[in-house]
Each structure stands twice: as C-alpha cells, then as structure tokens.
C-alpha cells in the first residue's frame, strides 16, 4: 500500500481527531461550546503575545479600559518585565506575565483572557518561586499581586505566611518527586 502523506500536517491535531474521541459523544450545542472554548484558548495565547512584544517594545496602548490595554501599560508604567521564566528544579517552575523587583518591593502582574474568575494562588506561588530562585525572605520584602481579567484589576499583599507556606510545600513535593523518580517508572498494570 502506497499512504498518502500528507506531511503538512505533522505535528497538528484535528479538532475531530480520533486520539481526542470524546467528540463523539457530544450533542451539536457541546460541540460548539468545546470548539469556542479552544478557539478562546488560542486568542489568549496570541493576546499574551501581543501584550510581551509591546511590554518588550516599551509601546503603551490606547487607554481604552479593557484588560490588555491595562495590563500592557500598567506593565510598562512599573518597568515590568515580560514572560520571566521562575525556576526551582525540573518539578517546580513557572512563567510570570509581568514581574519587577526593584527596591526590595517585588511585583507580579498576571492577565487572564478567559472568563473564569482568576485565583491569586497562582501568582503566590510565583512570589514564592521567586523567593526560592533568589534567595529572599519573603519577610524582608513587600510583595504585590495583580490579576487583570474581565476589564478589571484585582490587587493583593499576601500575607508572608502563604509565600512561606508555598515554598514549604514546594521544597517537601520537589523532594518527594525526586525520591518517586529515583524509584523508576511506575506502570499501572
């Protein structure tokens, strides 16, 4: 049998692939809602885009009152950086939006393009990742947190026993990690 190749392809997914079959199960309205949400997900990843090539280009946007607009310029405003890889071990890293450290006060900005309502969580553990990267006390600096999301700006200290607890948790599961790795693959049989 000669196949057909089809190398232009490679490495995509379809959006009815047989690998993903959950499709088949779903009404005509499912449908569309899975389809909307992917297609939200890639205007999201194109925003964050857009929004770190301006932040890098130092170019404000029009203030016209919506998330981006906020968010890219606020950024720019408190001389962020943009898309700062945070890094403790293989098992515990992540990216921050928009970060800034500058006379011992520490700034985290996150912009969320979804609809679902943010958690400051996520932007506490990159305070503590920063801690653990850096080597700073969380108690010997200030810390502030931003979400931009649905047109609005959401803001909070963190209390330094969350960061602390963060970093707790991610030293003890970054070892516990290493242990199960050091054990070889699991295969459930």
């Known amino acids: ?66 998330t981006l607009s906020m968010f890219v310029n606020d950024c720019i405003v408190d001389q962020l950086d943009s898309e700062v890889l945070l890094y403790f071990s293989d098992n515990a890293f992540g990216t921050a939006d928009g970060i800034g450290f500058e006379n011992g006060l520490l700034r985290i900005y996150d912009l969320k393009t979804g609809k679902t309502p943010a958690s400051m969580k996520q932007l506490e553990v990159y305070a503590s990742l920063f801690c653990l990267e850096y080597n700073y006390n ?13 047109d609005e700006v959401k803001e909070s200290v963190p209390e330094r026993t969350e960061i602390w607890d963060h970093m707790d948790r991610i030293i003890f599961f970054d070892s516990l990690l290493n242990e199960l790795k050091m054990e070889g693959p699991y295969y459930a049989v």
């Open 138 to 150: 969380p108690s010997d600096i200030d810390i502030l947190l931003r979400i931009y999301q649905n």
């Open 1 to 66: 049998m000669k196949w057909n190749r089809h190398s232009e392809l490679e490495g995509r997914h379809a959006f009815l692939s047989a690998s993903n079959y959950h499709w088949t199960g779903y009404s005509e309205d499912k449908l569309i809602t899975v389809f909307r949400n992917q297609q939200a997900k890639i205007l999201g990843t194109k925003l964050h885009a857009f929004a770190h090539d301006a932040i890098v280009l130092r170019r404000m946007l029009y203030e016209d009152g919506t």
